[in-house]
C-alpha cells in the first residue's frame, strides 16, 4: 500500500503520512466494507484515492487530451535488449515523468487498472488515460535511452 501510495505522489514523507491517513480512515469506515471486493483491494482503492486527494491539492492537472490534435493511439511496445535491468535507473526514470504520467502510467502498468477505471478514478476520459500512457511510455522510453545499458528496437 506504501508503494501504491509513493508511486502516485512521489515522495516518502508524503506517502507515509497519506498510509496513516488511509489506515485511519478504513478503520472508521470498517463498517462499510461489504465484502463485495477483497478487503486489500477495498483498503487499495481507499489509498489511491486519499494520494490522488492529495495530488488535487497540490493542483496536479491532466492535459485534457480531448481538445488537443489526436495522435495514433495504438499502444508502442517498450522492448529492451538487455539481461540486466537497474531498477534503480527504472525508478529514477518514472519519477522524473510529469506527475499526470506518472499516475496514469502507474496506475494501469503497476496497479493493473484498465483505462475505463483510470478515467473514473482520475475523473478523465479514457481516451486521455490512453494518450496519457503512451505520453508517458514515449517520455519513459526517452529517459531511459539516454543511459547506455539500455537499448530500444
Known sequence: MYNTSLRIVGNENDAEDIMQESFLNALIRINNYEGQVSFGAWLKKIV????LDYLKKRHVIF???DKL???EMKEESLFMETQEFDLKRIKNAISQLPEGYRIVLSLYLI????HEEISGILNISSVSSRSQLLRAKRKLRFLLSKDEVFSFN
Open 63 to 65: 492535459e485534457d487530451i
Open 48 to 51: 489511491i484515492n486519499r494520494s
Open 69 to 71: 490534435p489526436i495522435e
Open 111 to 114: 496497479e493493473g487498472y484498465d
